[in-house]
C-alpha cells in the first residue's frame, strides 16, 4: 500500500540536543512538507520542497533544516536553537499532475524536549 | 496574504444533530479548497475538496460548496454520529512566488455524545 510513514512515533530528547525526524514516501509525489502543530495553533508550514535537491523555508523554519536528497525522503532536523521544540509534527506529500496538490499525511511525530 | 479563517471549537452535538462549521477565505486568485479531518493522535486526512467556485465536495456524508459570492466553504452533515468526533481544519491551496503552497485553519473540534 501507498502511504507516509513517519518514524518514530514519539520522541524524547534533552535539551540542547540536535534530533532528525524521518519521513518517507512511496506515492511517487514530487512535493513534501513538514508541518507544526500545536494545541490552538492549528498546522504551520517549516519547510516544503517541490523537488528533489531543493526546498523553501517556510513560515516558522528558524531552529530547523531539511534535505531532499531522494524524491521519497525528507527528513527534519529540530537543532538546538529551536526555542520551543516540543510539538506534534506532521509531514506531508502532494502530487500537483494528478491531485490538484490535495495533500497526503504521515501519521505524526510527538517530540517532547526536557 | 492568502488565508483561511475557521469557526473556533469546541462544538458538542447529540449524535443525529446537524453540523455546520464554518470557514471563510481572502484569496487574490482561484484558490481550491479542502476539509481536512484528524483524529486523536493521528495526521489529517482528506476528506472533501472544491476546485473551483459553485463546486460542491462530499463524502461520507459531509459536503460543502465553494461560494465565491461569500468566500466561504462551510462545511454541513445532516446527522453526526459519536465516530465523527475529530477536529476538522479547513484549507486553502494557492500560489506563491512560483509555489503551490496550502494554508490552514486553526481547526475545530467536534465532539458527539450519544
Known amino acids: 500500500d501507498g502511504g507516509i510513514t513517519q518514524s518514530p512515533k514519539y520522541l524524547f530528547r534533552k535539551e540542547g540536543q540536535n534530533v532528525t525526524l524521518s519521513c518517507e514516501q512511496n506515492?511517487?509525489?514530487?512535493?513534501m512538507y513538514w508541518y507544526r502543530q500545536d494545541p490552538g495553533q492549528g498546522l504551520r508550514l517549516i519547510y516544503y520542497s517541490q523537488i528533489v535537491n531543493d526546498f523553501q523555508k517556510g513560515d516558522i523554519a528558524e531552529g530547523y533544516s531539511v534535505s531532499r536528497e531522494k524524491k521519497e525522503s525528507f527528513p527534519l532536523t529540530v537543532t538546538s536553537a529551536q526555542k520551543n521544540p516540543t510539538a506534534f509534527y506532521l509531514c506531508a506529500s502532494s502530487n500537483g499532475r494528478e491531485s490538484f496538490y490535495e495533500q497526503y499525511f504521515g501519521p505524526g511525530t510527538r517530540l517532547t524536549v526536557t | 496574504g492568502d488565508s483561511v479563517t475557521q469557526m473556533e471549537g469546541p462544538v458538542t452535538l447529540s449524535e443525529e444533530a446537524f453540523l455546520t462549521i464554518n470557514c471563510t477565505y481572502t484569496a487574490t486568485g482561484y484558490p481550491s479548497l479542502f476539509w481536512y479531518v484528524q483524529y486523536p493522535g493521528e495526521g489529517l486526512q482528506l476528506l472533501l475538496k472544491?476546485?473551483?467556485?459553485?463546486d460542491k465536495g462530499s463524502n461520507k456524508g459531509f459536503e460543502a460548496t465553494y461560494r465565491k459570492e461569500t468566500t466561504s466553504f462551510h462545511l454541513e452533515k445532516g446527522s453526526v454520529q459519536v465516530s465523527d468526533s475529530a477536529v476538522y481544519f479547513c484549507a486553502l491551496r494557492y500560489l506563491s512566488g512560483g509555489y503551490q503552497k496550502v494554508t490552514f485553519g486553526i481547526g475545530t473540534k467536534l465532539q458527539v455524545i450519544p
Open positions: 506515492l511517487n509525489h514530487d512535493a
Open positions: 472544491a476546485t473551483k467556485a459553485d
